[in-house]
């Protein structure tokens, strides 16, 4: 790990523990502003939860980007209902810094209220991953992934016959623990060059 991304976690384990105490003057805040300050954190980036770091840090990786070293913090929150409790500690009353978001369409909302800039996925991460690599590729790499007999025996399950391959691929990722983390990452490596879904790109141009 890099000097930089170790800075850039010990700044985001501080604010995690700040939001989590929700109040000023504590040890949270202490820490926070100790990570930051003279150490280059410019941008906080807030995720829903841990599918969409792993995508986010996957895909700068593949764009030559390295996010810590840039001064940017990829922060997931553990939902879109907390985004409150970061933007009022990071944002203009808190350590001031500029903030941006990835969020899913049903979560909109949330993000709307309290960000003026951030980017929306159409359904959620997995649809736009799945559509920009197509459903004969997705089905590649959970067979290289080991997971190919998994998912058939899920798409014979009663509650999976007639709906799409996509959104069957969909459900499949979100039913075992770590998948989706798991799969955020191998779907977002596995992306051609141009294939990058619109709301991805305009995030990290935007960084």
Known sequence: MTNSATTINAFQEAVTAWAAVGHTGGDGEARARAQAAGRGVRTVVLLEGPSDLAAIEALAVGH????????????????????????????????????????????????????????VCSADLEDELIRALGVPRVLQLV?????????????????????????????????????????????????????????????????
């Open 143 to 207: 067979e290289e992934q080991g997971d190919l007999r998994a998912l058939q025996t899920f798409q014979r399950q009663p509650a999976q016959q007639g709906r799409a391959p996509e959104q069957q691929l969909r459900r499949f990722l979100g039913t075992k623990k770590g998948r989706k983390i798991q799969y955020g990452r191998v779907l977002t490596e596995a992306l051609p060059a141009g294939r990058t879904p619109a709301p991805l790109q305009a995030l990290l141009s935007g960084l």
């Open 64 to 119: 030559g980007r390295d996010l810590a070293g840039e001064g940017v913090c990829v922060l997931p929150m553990g939902g879109a209902m907390s985004i409150r409790r970061f933007t009022r500690i990071l944002g203009p009353t808190g350590l001031g810094l500029a903030l941006t978001g990835l969020c899913d369409e049903n979560e909109r909302p949330y993000y709307a209220r309290e960000l003026d800039t951030f980017s």
